[in-house]
């Protein structure tokens, strides 16, 4: 199957433009979706944390909260469609107040609901029973542990976070996550600076390892991900002198056999405003999907959005470099 391919403008949040651009490297190659198997929400960009790779700029001081009518919006659209899976995302999603009615909603209707959980927000005012409520739905729980030791996880994500990760993941497991069957938590490596992240399989057995050794934890998988050049990791690479360098990595680890496991391909992302985008990183550039489809979650058209024109510019090089990197991890057959 062909894929058809949109270069956007670029935005000042862009990075710089790489030694090659993307629509160079795709050449005669289209970029399409084939299908939305999965509705990826949003609901804001608020969290107890402000990580130094964050590609949303989530912190404790942001106020975009996805309201109750967006909310409702997404849930008709699962429950009107044969989109199976709903992935919850932020800033910290917990800790909008919509949050768990979201998940018990799309729950009570067969819907797979996937949770990103940073750990740490158990420890905020009305979230120790988390891990609970998780279980009780059971729902998939991802969460970022940039390393198995306190030194790379602070310095990433905060002075502290690592052993309330690892009280989290404790507590987790208390309750089956990686234990029992249905209860499905699994782990996110980001490389901790300018730099590809090792082939998942590998480290993987490293995280296993050390885990369970040092702290008698349990996961599920691990997935890689490639900090993506925008918002605060692009910030940093800026400060520090490594933009060029880190695009010049990406665009020379370029790997077509990436392109039939991205996940612009089989999702479609939505904002706290109900606004509709090809994925979480272009939700967080502004680049809106196409001209002539739907813009929003209230006037959703699968029959429109399935198959539609994927929306790409330089900062896609982070999801088609080496092994490739998509909220699932590596993605190259």
Not at 134 to 152: D, G, H, K, M
Not at 156 to 178: C, T
Request: charge should be negative; include cysteine; charged fraction near 20%.
């Amino acid at each position: 199957m062909q894929q058809a391919v949109q270069i956007s403008r670029t935005r000042t949040s862009e990075p710089l433009p790489s030694p090659v651009s993307f629509k160079q490297k795709l050449g005669d190659a289209v970029l399409n979706a084939f299908t939305i198997d999965t509705l990826q929400v949003n609901v804001g960009k608020l969290c107890n944390q402000a990580c130094k790779h964050c590609h949303v700029d989530a912190s404790p001081n942001r106020t975009e909260i996805m309201g109750r009518d967006v909310v409702d919006s997404c849930l008709r659209v699962l429950a009107d469609s044969e989109i199976g899976t709903l992935d919850i995302t932020g800033g910290a999603p917990e800790l909008n107040p919509e949050f768990r009615y979201l998940v018990t909603q799309a729950r009570g209707f067969g819907c797979h609901v996937i949770v990103r959980h940073n750990l740490t927000v158990i420890f905020e005012p009305g979230q120790a029973e988390l891990p609970e409520f998780f279980a009780e739905n059971r729902v998939e729980v991802i969460s970022s542990l940039p390393y198995f030791t306190a030194s790379q996880t602070d310095n990433q994500r905060g002075s502290g976070v690592f052993d309330k990760s690892i009280e989290a993941l404790k507590r987790l497991n208390a309750v089956g996550y990686g234990v029992k069957d249905g209860l499905v938590l699994n782990l996110v490596y980001n490389p901790v600076g300018a730099f590809l992240p090792p082939l998942q399989e590998t480290i993987e057995t490293d995280f296993k390892r050390e885990l369970r050794d040092r702290y008698d934890i349990v996961f599920n998988e691990l997935f890689t991900i490639t900090n993506m050049p925008i918002a605060r990791f692009l910030d940093w690479l800026r400060r520090s002198g490594n933009e060029t360098s880190y695009m010049t990595k990406l665009v020379s680890a370029f790997n077509p056999a990436t392109f039939p496991g991205l996940m612009c391909r089989t999702l479609i992302s939505v904002d706290w405003t109900g606004r509709l985008f090809d994925c979480d990183f272009n939700q967080m550039l502004e680049m809106p999907l196409d001209s002539g489809l739907p813009q929003t979650i209230f006037d959703f058209d699968i029959g429109k959005l399935a198959t539609r024109r994927i929306v790409t510019a330089d900062h896609c090089f982070g999801c088609t470099a080496g092994s490739g990197s998509s909220c699932g991890g590596s993605v190259a057959v």
